[in-house]
């Protein structure tokens, strides 16, 4: 488990405003926690380098790329060996349908979202890539109907010391804020 950072209220703040606009910029960014322009760009830059700030994405509707089937695959692999799940790994990563892949505990090792176009591309990404593999000892397919996307990391609230001085900025978190 990575380690924790230790965050103060400023940093909490400017986190909170950007996870739920990444857009904003520093100028505005800065007059709403307090600060220079100058101390939030310090700010943020340094919570890039600890690793606190993963990166920023654009997301796309798959739907609207022609990849309306979403599915998980729960996926055992056997022997479930570091020399076959490096390479395991790093082939999902590569497929244009993988979404997301997750390492599990229990019976399945691995958890991995798909986007294809429809059922007789789900069927050949199953066969072809995964259950051809001779580590994959067993594949389990769940369509996903609906998607909802849950609430930020940190919430809006908080200390009073870093709460937000005006109106909350709209929800996303998909975007850059040096804009």
């Known amino acids: 488990m990575a380690d924790s950072v230790v965050l103060d209220p400023v940093d909490l703040h400017i986190l909170r405003l950007l996870q739920n606009d990444a857009r904003t910029t520093y100028r505005e960014l800065a007059a709403e926690v307090g600060v220079a322009p100058s101390t939030c760009l310090d700010r943020v830059t340094r919570l890039r380098r600890s690793g606190v700030i993963l990166g920023h994405q654009l997301r796309l509707d798959p739907a609207k790329l022609g990849r309306g089937l979403e599915a998980l695959l729960l996926v055992q692999v056997r022997p479930h060996r570091r020399e076959l799940i490096g390479p395991f790994v790093e082939r999902i990563r590569a497929l244009p349908e993988s979404r997301a892949l997750f390492h599990l505990t229990g019976p399945d090792d691995y958890l991995v979202h798909v986007a294809v176009a429809g059922t007789a591309d789900l069927q050949r990404l199953v066969l072809d890539e995964f259950t051809s593999r001779r580590e994959v000892a067993r594949v ?10 849950c609430g930020p990391l940190l919430p809006l609230g908080g200390a009073p010391a870093d709460r937000p001085r005006s109106g909350s900025p709209a929800p996303g978190n998909d975007a850059d804020p040096d804009a």
């Open 140 to 149: 389990e397919t769940r369509l996903i109907f609906q998607e909802w996307e």
